[in-house]
């Protein structure tokens, strides 16, 4: 079975910009997580969805957002990119409902977005 | 609101030798303890959790975890270090109490270097 997917791998953008990264799940799970890896950092928690519904939201600002589609993928999308929003973007997904907050989340290997 | 603290930045380890990383958490409630393992330009790897029951818990590759609620510790342990286990190594947090809602708090991260 494939695990979680992530597209594009890198991408470069200019300041300003906006971005759309994109998480396929793996098949059967329904929660899709959404991480910031800043180097030399952990992982920081931004979006959660489960049947399509925002289930939490980080510390971060508007001009991130996410969304899930009725297939269980999800994007991210960052508007007005600033130069810290350069890192390791993480997908994660999860088999179980909400509620199962015992369940590991299985990661994709990231889109790293490197801002110029 | 969850914290995790990875003491050591790098652990320096001989190949064969014993290994131990460690880690330290801070929830309202009762712990849900992850330990994940990245690889370089790779996401996320689930090794092994703590959600309840026996103190120590054995994951993937040989690694196992102590978990020791009056010092609240989540220490990765593995008999027999192997040069391939040279990796970034994550602990994470969950508090049982956040039902619905799956965000893990990460710790900065300990490099395993495994020498030959």
């Known amino acids: 079975d494939a695990g979680v997917t992530q597209s594009p791998t890198h991408l470069i953008k200019t300041r300003g910009q906006q971005v759309t990264l994109r998480c396929s799940p793996i098949s059967g799970h329904k929660s899709v997580s959404w991480y910031q890896q800043v180097l030399g950092q952990g992982p920081q928690f931004i979006f959660q969805y489960y049947e399509k519904e925002e289930r939490g939201r980080g510390n971060f600002p508007d001009r991130f957002s996410a969304r899930q589609f009725p297939n269980y993928s999800s994007e991210l999308n960052v508007n007005a990119l600033l130069l810290g929003d350069s890192a390791l973007y993480l997908c994660?997904?999860?088999?179980?409902?909400?509620?199962?907050?015992?369940?590991?989340?299985?990661f994709g290997n990231g889109t790293r977005l490197t801002v110029t | 609101a969850q914290s995790v603290a990875q003491p050591e930045d790098q652990v320096n380890v001989a190949e064969g030798n014993p290994l131990t990383v460690k880690c330290t958490y801070s929830?309202?409630?009762?712990?849900?303890l992850f330990w994940y393992v990245q690889y370089p330009n790779r996401g996320l790897q689930f090794l092994l959790k703590?959600?309840?029951?026996?103190?120590l818990v054995k994951g993937s590759y040989g690694f196992e975890a102590e978990f020791n609620k009056s010092q609240t510790s989540f220490h990765l342990k593995k008999p027999s270090a192997l040069v391939s286990d040279s990796a970034l190594y994550f602990c994470?947090?969950?508090?049982?109490?956040?039902?619905?809602?799956?965000?893990?708090?990460f710790g900065t991260g300990t490099r395993l270097l495994v020498s030959p």
């Open positions: 929830v309202s409630g009762n712990p849900y």
């Open positions: 994470a947090v969950r508090d049982s109490a956040d039902t619905g809602f799956q965000k893990l708090v």
């Open positions: 994660a997904s999860s088999g179980r409902a909400q509620g199962a907050a015992s369940s590991p989340l299985h």
């Open positions: 703590y959600i309840t029951g026996d103190n």
